[in-house]
């Protein structure tokens, strides 16, 4: 089951600068019941996204930082990418990024597929 255009609390698409700083909100939604994922008990978070060299920029809850929660009933967290993160972003519209939760011995993998726009600086 997919929550496109049926979950009032979507994560709206992410455009991002190269060399911003921003912080966006992402709602992580369970998509078979089309609710706000529980983030309670979470052990780690990771959002990847897509670099120009190929490799991913890895944002976590724990260890490097970067990924707060802002609510843990309402699955919101937020996203600190600095301007040194986001000069590394594969530039392209209707890009894709992922976020990984890890929650006792299970891990999630939500995909936002064509949620991210990268632009070059003019």
Request: hydrophobic fraction near 35%.
């Amino acid at each position: 089951m997919t929550c496109t255009n049926q979950c009032p609390f979507e994560t709206e698409k992410l455009s991002i600068v190269q060399g911003q700083d921003i912080e966006p909100l992402i709602y992580i939604i369970d998509e078979e019941t089309c609710t706000p994922f529980d983030l309670t008990g979470v052990t780690e978070i990771r959002a990847l996204f897509n670099k120009t060299d190929g490799t991913k920029l890895i944002k976590t809850y724990t260890l490097s930082g970067g990924v707060t929660i802002i609510s843990d009933l309402g699955g919101k967290i937020k996203v600190t990418l600095t301007a040194a993160n986001t000069a590394l972003l594969k530039t392209g519209e209707c890009q894709s990024f992922e976020v990984e939760i890890t929650k006792a011995t299970k891990i999630n993998i939500i995909q936002f597929l064509g949620k991210l726009n990268v632009y070059p600086r003019v």
